[in-house]
């Protein structure tokens, strides 16, 4: 089961995925990780929760995308969207945004969200560049649980 879009599948991530996930966001500037929440043992759980919503692109020797999108039942949230520097510009970041938010819409589910870090100037272009705007009436806030970065 999959898509292909230029040289990648994109097909739904599975925990198998995780290494060569976690390495492309390790690697990709303006992420931002947790050890706790992006363990594997955590994006476990996330997947486990959200088996129809996380996707990679898989080219033929290694995953160079990934994206990640969980919901509460009436909204959705996207988190740790990457594509390898090296296949960037090829519309790889748009398939797996347009599969995740087919699978929303399968899901009966009309919004979608993300946060992103104001300095990261490429990350923010693409999310403006698919439709995704900018909220000046609302204020982000966290609180954290359990102090382990």
């Not at 988190?79 to 945004?97: D, F, K, P, S, W």
């Amino acid at each position: 089961m999959g898509s292909y879009y230029y040289h990648a599948m994109i097909r739904l991530m599975t925990i198998a995925d995780y290494e060569a996930v976690f390495e492309l966001w390790h690697t990709t500037a303006g992420m931002g990780l947790r050890s706790l929440d992006d363990s594997k043992a955590g994006i476990g759980k996330f997947l486990e929760r959200n088996p129809r919503t996380c996707f990679v692109a898989e080219s033929a020797l290694a995953i160079i995308g990934a994206i990640l999108c969980g919901n509460d039942g009436r909204r959705a949230y996207i988190y740790h969207t990457a594509v390898h520097t090296e296949y960037r510009n090829q519309g790889i970041g748009a398939a797996l945004v347009a599969a995740v938010e087919q699978s929303l819409r399968d899901m009966d589910i009309n919004k979608v969200a993300l946060v992103a870090y104001t300095t990261n100037t490429a990350g923010n272009a693409f999310w403006e560049c698919l439709g995704y705007t900018l909220r000046y009436d609302l204020v982000y806030r966290n609180k954290t649980l359990v102090d382990q970065l």
